[in-house]
């Protein structure tokens, strides 16, 4: 117990002994940083003040300085403002010196408008006394006398157009004719067509008379049941060993054609073989429309077109025009158009497509109203063909202005094809009839004495009173004249107008 008393005494006198000794050796290293911190305090403050000072010293130099820099820079500023303000004085003078200068010339430029004035003034009144003179002298007013310079003005510039007219219009038509020749002659020359054209009769010959009464049948029982199966009038008349088909489908008349050659060829000649020979016959005849057709798509390298427009080109075999072929004439236009458009740069391809197209409408135009160019055109746009293909086919004979120049060309691929000799032939009626109208057109012009139609209808001469109409005046009215007949008149090609006055030719061709 004791020892345990003194153990714990002697821990706490330890205790105590060791913190009286930590606090003094704290203490003391406490004194030491104090006395650190003052002397570095003192060494900072010195530092200090010694730093001021120089800054100080620093500072006043620099302000020495700046000092006698900006005093410097204020002699320089005011040498420049001394200049300155030299340059503005003699600026000044000098623009006191011009207003004067102005002043001077103002009132020298008012004296001259003074007379100026003065002599426009004495000037009218000169031109007013000349102009009464002369209307005294002349007998009229001053707009009587304007009114016939105007008159002789008019005269002379009419004249002067007319000569102007005829010189441009001679040059124009002898370049455009020199390079319409050259491509014509050039398409021409490269397409080999036959003069003599082929001709659809619609005439079936027979061995003897006696197979007349035959094809009538008993109280015309045959020719009853022929009408009624192929829709053709059978004209059974005078005419020895022929009898006549008659009907404006040329497919259907063909069909009839052939069953009755086909009876003849048989013997055996009643309804009801009758009905048997027309089916064999629509058979072939549809056979060779097809065939027809294709053939005229390969001759003439046109590829990809409706079998409609393909089998409706076939029926154009069978269809004749002023004696015309129109198959034949349609391959034809192709050629001519596809030569013309390469050599004018352009695409032969789409050329050769609208002139092999451009008769199509004539195959159903006995089927549906209208021109057949317009006719064609439909057919072709209801079968999404091209448009520049389906305008090329309703502008070749001018029922809707060309707006392309193919449509030009099948135009005139189309005049050279049926111009050309041998390609038509038209009956006389006709012939004398188109002449004497050209000749009446020509004669309806004032100043005409006499016209003459020339050339197949080619070319008309028109003899003009030489005390009526001037050079001047016959230009102008060839020009009108052609005008008129392009409008009234229907023609293929181009007819050549020459007006004669005073062993002089005038010609406008159209």
Known sequence: ???????????????????????????????????????????????????????????????????????????????????????????????????????KREHQLSSQTGQIAKREKDLEDAIAEEKARLEQLAGMSSDQAKDVLLERVREDVARDAAVIIRETEQRAREEADRKARNIIGIAIGRVAADHTAESTVSVVHIPSDDLKGRIIGREGRNIRAFEQLTGINLIIDDTPEAVILSSFDPVRREVGRVTLENLIADGRIHPARIEEMFKKAETLVDQQVHEAGEQAVFDAGVHNLHSDIVRTLGRLRFRTSYGQNVLNHSLEVAYLAGVMAAELGLDPALAKRAGLLHDLGKAIDHEIEGPHAVIGADLARRLSEDTEVVHCI???????????????????????????????????????????KLEALAESHKGVEKSYAMQAGREIRVMVKPEEVSDAEATLMARDLAKQIEEELQYPGQIKVMFIRESRAVDYAK
Do not use: W
């Not at 706490?12 to 290293?29: C, T």
């Not at 620099?62 to 000092?67: D, G, S, T």
């Open 394 to 436: 309703e502008a070749h004979h001018g029922d809707v202005e060309p707006q392309t120049v193919e449509a030009v060309i099948v135009q005139a691929a189309d005049a050279i094809s049926a111009a050309r000799p041998g390609a038509r032939r038209e009956t006389l009626e006709s012939y004398i009839k188109r002449l004497e």
């Open 1 to 103: 117990m004791i020892e345990f008393l003194y153990v714990m005494v002697g821990l706490v006198v330890g205790v105590v002994l060791g913190f009286a000794i930590n606090r003094f050796v704290v203490s003391g290293r406490a004194d030491r940083a104090r006395e650190t911190a003052e002397r570095m305090l003192a060494d900072a403050q010195k530092q200090a003040e010694t730093t001021r000072k120089e800054m100080l010293l620093e500072a006043k130099d620099e302000i020495f300085h700046l000092k006698a820099q900006s005093e410097q820079d204020m002699k320089e500023r005011r040498k420049d403002l001394t200049a300155l303000e030299g340059r503005l004085l003699q600026r000044e003078e000098s623009l006191e010196r011009r207003t004067e200068s102005l002043d």
